[in-house]
T-cell receptor, first 112, second 113 residues
């Protein structure tokens, strides 16, 4: 079945270091979405990418959608302690469904 | 915009009782809402899709008689965990669909004693 895979599962960095999480889908996606879940919190929508090769920036966060629309990445420049949390990517379930298929997430911890 | 609320945020109940969780879209109408379950340190597991005015559709392995879903209006969906048991203890999160995006509620932590 359709799968969305994320690596790494965990990432620990020193404050100020960069961080990247990668998302790979077993199928071509019409769009990809990224969510952030703080410890003890709920997923919060960050961004949606739609176009092949699209790159979007939100302050220190850079999101990229691959040319084949099967992979994506989230890069954080100069991490801060406020970046701590689990980052999930998600894509629409195959077949035009309203459902999303989530990756298992990358848990980021930042050492001050 | 796109705010989703959930109530209660935490609930502790005795085994065998039923618990109702409400999910509301506060500033938009949502014909479709979703119910997820999340175990500690794990990803979101979709339980069911709630459609306003029609029956919910459940994912494989989710008991529809145990997890009753009602989507009575465009801003409210409810999940009732019937005859709860300790293994039903979990973090339940709803989301409401707006365009292609899902906006999540703050979640309900259910503990069944």
């Amino acid at each position: 079945g359709q799968q969305v895979m994320q690596i790494p599962q965990y990432q620990h960095v020193q404050e100020g270091e960069d961080f990247t999480t990668y998302c790979n889908s077993s199928t071509t996606l019409s769009n990809i979405q990224w969510y952030k879940q703080r410890p003890g919190g709920h997923p919060v929508f960050l961004i949606q990418l739609v176009k092949s090769g699209e790159v979007k920036k939100q302050k220190r966060l850079t999101f990229q959608f691959g040319e084949a629309k099967k992979n994506s990445s989230l890069h954080i420049t100069a991490t801060q302690t406020t970046d701590v949390g689990t980052y999930f990517c998600a894509g629409p379930k195959q077949g035009g469904s309203e459902k999303l298929v989530f990756g298992k997430g990358t848990k980021l911890t930042v050492n001050p | 915009g796109a705010v989703v609320s959930q109530h209660p945020s935490r609930v502790i109940c005795k085994s065998g009782t039923s618990v109702k969780i409400e999910c509301r879209s506060l500033d938009f109408q949502a014909t479709t809402m979703f119910w997820y379950r999340q175990f500690p340190k794990q990803s979101l597991m979709l339980m069911a899709t709630s459609n306003e005015g029609s029956k919910a559709t459940y994912e494989q392995g989710v008991e529809k008689d145990k997890f009753l879903i009602n989507h009575a209006s465009l801003t409210l969906s409810t999940l009732t965990v019937t005859s709860a048991h300790p293994e039903d203890s979990s973090f339940y999160i709803c989301s409401a669909r707006l365009a292609d995006t899902q906006y999540f509620g703050p979640g309900t932590r259910l503990t069944v004693l």
